[in-house]
Each structure stands twice: as C-alpha cells, then as structure tokens.
C-alpha cells in the first residue's frame, strides 16, 4: 500500500495553463505539506496544513492555491503557469507536525515550456 | 541563506568504506532530522535527533548533534551500493506557531562497487 500518493508523476503544460496534482495519504496523518524541489535539488515548503486548515503559506504566489478536502487529501492548483514553476512537487505527511518523521510522495515534475 | 548546509556537496567511496556527512545550521532547533533521496524518488525519512539528544543509531547509521556548534553529523557505516543518493539534513526551528522544517542544500553519495 502507498503510503503517500501524487497524481499525475509527470506533468508538461504550455505557459499560461492551468493544472492541479492531486495528493492522498492513507497514514491518517494530521498535517500535509507541499514542498517544491528545484533543479539544485533545494527542497523548500510552500504549504502546510493541520486537520485541512492552513498553517504554513510561505510566501507563495497566490496563484498556488492548496486545497484540503478532507485530512487525507491536499491538492494544489496552479493558474497561469510560468516558467519558473518548472520543478518537482513533492507532498509529505506527519502524525503530528514537524515534531515527527515526515512521509513524503513520490513527486510530480512539472515542466512548463 | 540556507538554514542547513551541508558538506561535503559530492562523496565519493569505496563499497564498505564508511562515509560522513556534516551539516552546519544558523539558528536553534527544536530537531534535526536525515533524509534520503534516491534519483528520482521522494525523499526517506532516516533518523530524527532531539536538541537535547548528542547522538543516536540506526542500523549501519549514526547520527550526532553539537548544538553549541550548531552542527550535526550522519555516519554511514560500511557502505553498499544501494546507499548512493542524496543525504539531507532538515531542522525544526519551529517558534510562535511556524512550524517547518528546513531543509539543506544536500550531499551527493556515490559508492563505488
């Protein structure tokens, strides 16, 4: 059983599009994060969420926008893709914040061209 | 600038020799926490160090912590090829409600069959 899953793993979109990867954990986990990973490999949180509501928005464009339908679920929506937005996003999981060991996803590369 | 660094950036070792990594970080921590992550992959939570713990093991792993030097190391113990990826070390600086780990700049680990 996958304890973290991302939908789609690849994603390749024309600049100016709109997109959304869908993450799911079946840890029962209450918090869910949303990381960006650039071509240096440097991992950074954009988003993190506790029992579906919004903790963490670190200064993310708002053209990101996360939504938590319910505590096992964290999507995220782009509109209007740049350029820059091409990386990998990962999603990860945690019992109980940052006090615990994080459960991260497979990832979904981006390319926006 | 990074909370985390890590050093060396790239190591490369023989099959069964031991490796280490340093991470140095600025600010006082709640935890510090190894990652990680094959080519590809979502990153794989290791081990998860306490400020007021000095060292801990795992398997073939041993961490430490100098929090006067703001600095943690990882031990790999007689390295296998499988071990070659990417090492992070992430610190928990959580204060007046702003959890989040941050994440370092990562140590490239090639062994050598």
């Known amino acids: 059983d996958t304890a973290v899953s991302q939908t789609p793993k690849y994603l390749v979109t024309q600049m100016g599009n709109d997109k959304s990867i869908k993450c799911e954990q079946n840890l029962g986990h209450d918090t869910m994060y949303w990381y960006k990973q650039d071509s240096k490999k440097f991992l950074k949180i954009m988003f993190s969420y506790n029992n579906k509501e919004l903790i963490i928005n670190e200064t993310v464009p708002n053209r990101f926008s996360p939504k938590s339908p319910d505590k096992a679920h964290l999507n995220l929506h782009i509109n209007s893709l740049e350029l820059g937005d091409s990386a990998v996003y990962f999603c990860?999981?945690?019992?109980?914040?940052?006090?615990?060991?994080?459960?991260f996803g497979p990832g979904t590369r981006l390319t926006v061209l | 600038s990074q909370q985390g660094e890590e050093d060396p950036q790239a190591l490369s070792i023989q099959e069964g020799e031991n490796a280490t990594m340093n991470c140095s970080y600025k600010t006082s921590i709640n935890n510090l926490q190894w990652y990680r992550q094959n080519s590809g992959r979502g990153l794989v939570h290791l081990i998860l160090i306490r400020s007021n713990e000095r060292e801990k093991h795992s398997g073939r792993l041993r961490v430490t912590l100098d929090t006067s030097k703001k600095s943690s190391s990882l031990l790999i113990t007689a390295s296998r090829a499988a071990d070659t990826a990417s090492y992070f070390c992430a610190t928990d600086v959580s204060n007046f409600g702003n959890e989040k780990l941050t994440f370092g700049t990562g140590t490239r680990l090639t062994i050598i069959p």
């Open positions: 990860a999981s945690s019992q109980r914040g940052v006090a615990d060991e994080q459960f």
